[in-house]
């Protein structure tokens, strides 16, 4: 158990529609970070912050979008969602903004129908 | 532009085989940090082990060794005496600069290599 939570699990949706997937990190982490695990892309990093402030972004499209909240926990938006959305999305968590060991969470499985 | 390869997609062995998996990185950064995660059937990634460009000693941790060599740009990581359990994908990354964000950095993943291990 890395100490990052996700929620939820697995999601099921329709084209078209919005979603938020939820992202606690490991106690002390300022740093989250998001990727998405698709068959064709591999593993591609989305997007990163650090004490709430967005302080990178990799290969995210502008339908996505994330925040993190004074608490520290993360939540990516994704919206009018198509069919090539459908992945895995793991959140990741660090102590330092650089990557050093990022400990990821178990991923939240997206199926867009 | 940062790159990370692991040219094998898929390798199968019997059970207490070693099995090393290749991984060569590209990057313009002269410093720079490796990292190799495991994702097992279940599908969380777990961290193995951060090797930094100024460090290029191997490092053994039980039955996984790692082999650094600069001057090949290779990160190369064994199992020795290889069990059902060490099933799963490993990948390879690399600390590399953001698209953007003055200072920040992202992991660059490989495609990974899928390990069957045999009864």
Redesign the interface.
């Known amino acids: 158990d890395s100490g990052v939570t996700q929620t939820p699990k697995h999601l099921i949706t329709a084209t078209g529609q919005r979603v938020t997937l939820r992202c606690s990190p490991r106690s002390g982490d300022l740093s989250v970070y998001w990727y998405q695990q698709s068959l064709d892309q591999g593993l591609q990093f989305l997007i990163q912050y650090y004490n709430g402030e967005e302080r990178a972004k990799g290969n995210i499209l502008e339908r996505f979008s994330a925040q993190q909240f004074p608490d520290l926990h993360s939540e990516l938006n994704l919206s009018s969602l198509e069919l090539g959305d459908s992945a895995l999305y793991f959140c990741a968590s660090s102590a330092l903004t650089g990557s050093y060991e990022q400990y990821f969470g178990p991923g939240t499985r997206l199926t867009v129908t | 532009a940062q790159k990370v390869t692991q040219a094998q997609t898929e390798i199968s062995v019997v059970e207490k085989e070693d099995v090393t998996l290749d991984c060569v990185y590209e990057t313009r950064d002269t410093t720079y940090?490796l990292?190799w995660?495991k994702q097992p059937p279940s599908?969380?990634?777990?961290?193995l082990i951060?090797r930094n460009s100024f460090d290029e000693q191997n490092e053994i941790s039980g039955r996984y060794s790692w082999n650094f060599q600069k001057s090949t740009s290779s990160f190369n990581f064994t199992i020795t005496a290889s069990q059902v359990v060490d099933s799963a994908v490993y990948?390879c990354a690399l600390?590399?600069r953001?698209?953007?964000?003055a200072?920040?950095?992202?992991?660059?993943?490989?495609?990974?290599t899928k390990l069957s291990v045999i009864p």
């Open positions: 940090y990292f995660y599908g969380e990634l777990v961290f951060r990948f600390r590399a953001a698209h953007s964000g200072g920040s950095y992202q992991l660059t993943f490989g495609k990974g």
